[in-house]
């Protein structure tokens, strides 16, 4: 049996919990399994610069020491995505962040980005330039609220509230919820804002089955 390894690069057991339950259908029992699992070594929430950088050797090498058919990075910052490419060269290695982009412009024209915190925002918009996206971005707009706060009270008002000022004010067509934590929030949005509303773990689990069915490998 083929296995996709999801790894939470941050400490919290509540955001892998969330990843895992958002995924769960996306699993082939008998044919794929998807494991979601914990970087213990990581901080309670990835939500600086800083914290993407301490996790990218401990990343490296989990995906070093644990054998898997394809591997996915659930945090939005796509922390180590190139190293650990490079540790297991002959498997895909996928980023949520990535996932969700290229997820999104097939869905729509332009898409907004709902962000957990506004020092999150420079770092999307690094990616994006990187991956020649920037233009398709209709705008990115926190939350305000940090990861440890995703599974709190009022959150989908929030995420919901956001996401209509990036419909209504920014001009986007197709929503990204940015953050490894909000999957299980998409159904609930998705009816409330009438749009389409793309959970990065899900699209990079998703874009992994793909290319194990397709049996490609990888050159970069």
């Keep these: 049996m083929k296995r996709i390894l999801v790894i939470n690069p941050n400490s919290s057991e509540e955001t892998t919990r969330a990843m895992a339950e958002g995924v769960a259908f996306l699993a082939r029992p008998g044919s794929v399994a998807v494991d979601c699992v914990t970087l213990p070594e ?35 910052s796509d922390p ?4 650990a490419r490079e540790t297991v060269p002959d498997r895909p290695v996928l980023g949520i962040a990535e996932s969700a982009y290229l997820a999104a412009i097939g869905l729509g024209q332009r898409f907004g980005v709902v962000a957990i915190l506004d020092r999150s925002i420079p770092r999307h918009l690094r990616h994006l330039r990187q991956l020649g996206l920037i233009d398709r971005l209709a705008g990115d ?8 706060g995703l599974s709190g009270a009022g959150v989908v008002d929030r995420i919901a509230e956001v996401g209509r000022r990036l419909i209504d004010t920014d001009g986007a067509d197709v929503l ?37 069915d397709l049996g490609y490998r990888r050159t970069v």
């Design 176 to 212: 990204i919820l940015g953050c490894a934590g909000m999957g299980r929030h998409r159904p609930v949005i998705e009816d409330r804002l009438g749009v389409p509303v793309v959970d990065p773990a899900q699209a990079a689990v998703a874009r992994a089955l793909s290319l194990l």
């Design 42 to 76: 990581g901080p309670p929430g990835i939500e600086t610069q800083r914290h993407v950088e301490q996790v990218v050797l401990p990343l490296a090498d989990r995906i070093a020491a644990e054998r898997a058919d394809a591997y996915v990075i659930g945090c939005y």
């Design 141 to 148: 707009r926190a939350l305000g609220i940090g990861v440890a």
């Design 80 to 83: 180590g995505l190139h190293l």
